[in-house]
């Protein structure tokens, strides 16, 4: 049994972790709200949904409204969780968990940011135009739970080589 002056063991050190908020916006013809961000390693443009990584102890619903309005603009109050991802790492990027929020419907006017290539309102059918296969999932499931489905998770596996 431990003494009293025993030090606790050290825990072994976890790897990093990305936590992200994401909004799902969408307007009057049910499209959904795409921004197209810089890549770090090419400068090409990748579709996402409008959010992204939170600061550290930051909260996820705030890091989406935070990053939403900085993106587009567009003042948001995400409550309702509709989507939650798991990422494996990949390209230098550690694990990660995307947590995807109702953005509800927009009416707004989009004031991209310039640090954003473009933006695109996408209809449901043309997201696998957009977003890569675990992307267009986690989106459609969002969509779904919109529309009153449950909230569901998905594990992207790691890239294979």
Known sequence: MPSLTTKPAR??????????????LRNRADEVL?????????????WTL??????????????????VRAQTGLELFPERLLAVYQVAAREGAPEGTGHVF?????????ALAD??????????????????????????YAL???RG???????VPPATR
């Open 102 to 110: 109702d953005g509800g419907l927009c009416f707004a006017r989009i």
């Open 34 to 46: 795409l921004i197209e961000t810089r890549t770090q390693h090419t400068g090409s443009g990748r």
């Open 144 to 146: 779904d739970a919109a």
């Open 115 to 140: 640090e954003l290539l473009s933006y695109r309102w996408v209809p449901s059918h043309a997201l696998g135009d957009f977003l890569p296969p675990h992307a267009e999932r986690g989106v459609r």
């Open 11 to 24: 825990r072994p050190h976890h790897p990093p972790r990305r936590l992200a908020g994401f909004a799902l």
């Open 50 to 67: 409008p959010g992204g990584s939170a600061e550290p102890e930051e909260q996820l619903p705030l890091a989406c409204r935070r990053l």
């Open 149 to 155: 489905a449950p909230v569901r998770y998905l594990c």
